[in-house]
């Protein structure tokens, strides 16, 4: 089935012939905070998006994604890390079942219940997201933890609209929806160099990883939970877990942007 993601159970760890064969950025990873750099040369983060640029939620098998038109330079991203502006493509989520795990990266070995990918491609340099995929400086993804807390006003509206695509190749027209309202106010974040965590797990994704999670409370983590990797007609199996594990540092080093 196209898009068809598989999800990598614990054992298809870092000896399992299955890894990416030469894989030397591999995501995710842990951060361990005592062991970035901070680097005074980092630029702030530039996000400017424009809600109108939102197109539909889209249940994939694998996650939920919500899709804009990246046909222009709308909804962009620059600074921070990045020598390019990034268009944004698409976000989407990991969760776990429980709220003891859900999320891909780890501070000092602590899970998240979830985190946010926002998914930006590098336009300047590459004529299409399928190009830019396999290129060392194509992707740029903004990771964001979500935390157990208070009710998130501006994702209710994107839960409202999930049992809508509540089986796997359903979509839902989405027409305006600014995802800047996800993103913590707090300036800080880590960045290292990294790959996608689902296949193709090509090695193409500057991660920017904000150090401040949002609030989500358990009914909206809930919703996330009923939703299915299974398409309609199929025996049910619930969209939770879609987490890759964790991945070997390797010769890498975590920068901050803060001390
Ligand atoms: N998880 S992730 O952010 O690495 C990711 C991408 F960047 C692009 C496509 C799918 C996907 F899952
Ligand atoms: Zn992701």
Not at 125 to 135: C, D
Not at 193 to 212: D, N, R
């Amino acid at each position: 089935a196209t898009g068809m993601y598989c999800y990598y159970f614990f054992y298809f760890s870092v000896h399992h012939p299955l890894t990416i064969p030469g894989g030397t950025r591999q995501s995710p990873i842990n951060i361990q905070w005592r062991d970035s750099v901070y680097d005074p040369f980092l630029k702030p983060l530039k996000i400017s998006y424009d809600p109108t640029t939102c197109l539909h939620i889209w249940n994939n098998g694998y996650s939920f994604l919500v899709e804009f038109d990246d046909s222009t330079d709308r909804s962009i991203i620059d600074g921070g890390p990045l020598e390019n502006q990034y268009r944004l493509k698409q976000f989407h989520f990991h969760w776990g079942a429980m709220n003891d795990w859900g999320s891909e990266h780890t501070v000092d070995c602590k899970f998240y219940p979830a985190e946010l990918h926002l998914v930006h491609w590098n336009a300047v340099l590459y004529p299409t997201f399928e190009e830019a995929v396999m290129e060392g400086n194509g992707l740029a993804v903004i990771g964001v933890f979500l935390k157990l807390g208070a009710c998130h006003e501006g994702l209710q509206t994107l839960v409202d609209a999930l049992p809508a695509v509540k089986h796997k190749d359903t979509v839902i027209e989405f027409d305006v929806f600014d995802p800047s309202c996800l993103i913590p106010s707090c300036p800080d974040y880590w960045t290292y160099a990294g790959s996608l965590t689902t296949p193709p797990l090509t090695e193409s994704v500057t991660w920017i990883i904000k150090k401040q999670p949002i609030e989500v409370d358990e009914n909206q983590l809930e919703a996330f939970r009923m939703l299915l990797f299974t398409s309609d007609g199929e025996e049910e199996k619930r969209m939770v877990d879609n987490f890759r594990p964790l991945q070997p540092l390797m010769n890498r080093t975590v920068r901050s942007s803060f001390q």
